[in-house]
């Protein structure tokens, strides 16, 4: 049995952040999570603001950034392009988040993968090891949900995010490089809508649904597809395909005696536009 100031459940940015933020200040900390590598598979569209770069600039390596942009350029269902300034990075999700995991460790910061997080009893907290099976326990001081939009920490504390919207993604070959992150509103995206965020010579190409409407997520990422192919943006192959859940309730009661809740297991994301990374560094941070 060991004894640690924090145990938190999920690796993610808000995990990591989170760790990272209390190792530096002397806290002895834990991090379990399912993955076999901290930062895949990734499920999100990578698109992070300047001012996350601005605020967390140790966060960010050479590697992890895909490219830079400037502008958000929406595509409206009447035709009408409205341009924004939307500085920011489009970033490798994968190298991003290890990276972080990464400076965690460097100050002390303990990571246990392939772990799940079982539940609390009698001021104990039980993990099972995924490849074992085996069941063991430790004790903390503060648990700290960073599990995700469907967080066993956040269920088996009391209220947890019940309505979702979902996404589809698929990494496709751009026909010519783009310098913008494009949006679409669609009547066939509903509830929601579609985007590409360019990579370099490939793009993320997503949509993002409410499904209360009656068109599958899949359907409505094929006809998006289409229609990116049909006006050029895209080349015609799937180099990988990805998607994910997005909180939609707003945010929990996210302080819970010595549980807190961070990232998407707390409901934060913006609100506007779904975007999580950022909400979940300035979280975990906190």
């Not at 504390?157 to 679409?184: C, N």
């Not at 909180?247 to 297991?265: E, I, M, Q, S």
Request: aromatic residues 10%; charged residues 20%.
């Amino acid at each position: 049995m060991k004894k640690y100031d924090i145990l938190i459940v999920g690796g993610g940015p808000a995990g990591s952040s989170c760790a990272y933020t209390l190792a530096k200040e002397g806290a002895s900390v834990l991090v379990v999570d399912f993955k076999r590598e901290i930062g895949t598979p990734v499920q999100c569209a990578e698109f992070v603001p300047i001012q996350l770069f601005n605020s967390f600039p140790e966060f960010f390596t050479k590697d992890s950034i895909s490219q830079e942009v400037q502008d958000m350029v929406h595509f409206t269902p009447w035709g009408e392009v409205i341009t924004m300034n939307s500085r920011g990075l489009v970033l490798n999700r994968d190298i991003f988040d290890h990276h972080i995991a990464q400076l965690a460790k460097r100050f002390g910061a303990e990571y246990s993968l392939r772990t799940i997080f079982l539940g609390i009893q009698e001021g104990k907290i039980w993990l099972e090891s995924i490849d074992t099976r085996e069941k063991f326990w430790v004790k903390a001081d503060i648990i700290v949900g960073a599990d995700g939009p469907h967080s066993r920490v956040a269920k088996l504390t009391g209220q947890h995010t019940k309505e979702f919207l979902t996404t589809a993604q698929a990494k496709m070959p751009l026909k010519k490089e783009q310098k913008d992150l494009l949006i679409f509103f669609r009547d066939y995206i509903p509830g929601g809508y579609g985007w590409v965020f360019p990579k370099g010579g490939f793009a993320n190409v997503g949509v993002g649904i409410d499904p209360v409407y009656p068109i599958n997520v899949m359907e409505s990422l094929k006809i998006f597809i289409k229609e990116l192919l049909d006006i050029g943006i895209v080349k015609h192959s799937i180099v990988s395909r990805t998607g994910g859940w997005i909180p939609a309730d707003g945010l929990l009661d996210v302080v819970r005696g010595n549980v807190l809740l961070v990232g998407d297991a707390g409901g934060f994301c913006h609100p506007i536009t779904g975007g999580g990374i950022a909400s979940a560094i300035l979280s975990g941070s906190m």
